[in-house]
């Protein structure tokens, strides 16, 4: 079963951070499109397949691997809610 893929206020709200950044850095959107291609093709893959992302210690939360960054999901018996996308390398502090 296909799960709907829904976007929590805060995911979107990093997904677009990671864009502007790259988009400033590379003075392109090139990057930009392409990672936004992964992540969507990422999400495709897990509102198929569900438990391919590995287990937190929250019940129903997984994590799915995209290059450099963790997409944060949770199941649900019909959707896949998209909690948050993590870039790996920043300072943690910083949030």
Not at 12 to 36: C, D, G, M, P, V
Not at 56 to 68: D, F, S
């Amino acid at each position: 079963m296909v799960r709907q893929i829904i976007w929590t206020e805060r995911a979107q709200k990093e997904r677009k951070e990671i864009f502007t950044f790259w988009n400033a850095h590379n003075k392109s959107s090139f990057y930009s499109r392409k990672l936004n291609e992964l992540i969507t093709k990422s999400l495709k893959l897990i509102s198929s397949h569900p438990f391919i992302g590995k287990p937190t210690n929250k019940e129903n939360v997984r994590v799915k691997i995209l290059k450099a960054y963790l997409i944060i999901y949770e199941i649900t018996p019909k959707e896949i809610i998209v909690l948050s996308i993590w870039d790996s390398r920043q300072n943690t502090e910083d949030k």
